[in-house]
């Protein structure tokens, strides 16, 4: 994670851009008031799909079973890309 102040942001806006996105790391912006943090677009939607998920009690569960079944080396059932995909 790379820290910067709100002047230094400012003056090389363009590039802590363009370092953000070929590090797919996140900067920091830091004033006097607070900070924010600058990240890659698509790594954040990909944060507020898992937080959605997290919120979903139901996928939750299902998520974490998913993991306990894989943990013990239960795998799920297998289906056939046709019927996945039956109504297409």
Known sequence: MISVNV????????QLVHDTLRNCEETVIVSDTGSVVMVDQVEW????ET???????KSLKALLE???A????IGP???SVDKA???L
């Not at 894989?70 to 080396?73: K, T, Y």
């Open 85 to 87: 995909f039956y109504d």
């Open 7 to 14: 002047q230094k942001a400012a003056r090389n806006l363009p």
């Open 45 to 48: 939607e990909n944060l507020q």
């Open 66 to 68: 998913g993991h306990k």
């Open 70 to 73: 894989r943990d013990q080396g």
């Open 77 to 79: 059932d297998s289906v």
């Open 51 to 57: 937080l959605k998920l997290f919120r979903d009690k």
